[in-house]
Nanobody, 127 residues
Framework: VQLQASGGGLVQSGGSLRLSCVVS????????MGWFRRAPGKEREFVSA????????LYGDSVKGRFTISRDNSKNTAYLQMNSLKPEDTASYYC?????????????????????WGQGTQVTVSS
């Protein structure tokens, strides 16, 4: 399973970006997907996750109400729509995949819960 994240960039505070994560060499519809981020000098932080079917999602408290995770199983792609961006959202964003159908607060919000990782895509929000 290989993951390729893209869509990062420089945006002003209040702006929007959409990140994409394309999965290859695996059965995408059998992977739950997650997004994490790491800011300089900080630990990796859970951002969002979505189940196999897309029927259930989770969000970190800092992004709830501003970010939306989705997936298109026909395109082997997961998305993270980021609205109302703030300078504190500046980080490298990583997509991850796991071979379990569900994500819950107890399983799916920690980096160790995921089996595969993509490279990061940088998001920088200017004030």
């Amino acid at each position: 399973v290989q993951l390729q994240a893209s869509g990062g960039g420089l945006v002003q505070s209040g702006g929007s970006l959409r990140l994409s994560c394309v999965v290859s060499e695996g059965t995408f519809s059998r992977l739950s997907m997650g997004w994490f981020r790491r800011a300089p000098g900080k630990e990796r932080e859970f951002v969002s996750a979505i189940t196999w079917s897309g029927g259930s999602t989770l969000y970190g408290d800092s992004v709830k109400g501003r970010f939306t995770i989705s997936r298109d199983n026909s395109k082997n792609t997961a998305y993270l729509q980021m609205n109302s961006l703030k300078p504190e959202d500046t980080a490298s964003y990583y997509c991850a995949a796991r071979t379990k159908p569900h994500v819950t607060r107890y399983s799916g919000t920690m980096p160790a819960d995921y089996d595969y990782w993509g490279q990061g895509t940088q998001v920088t929000v200017s004030s």
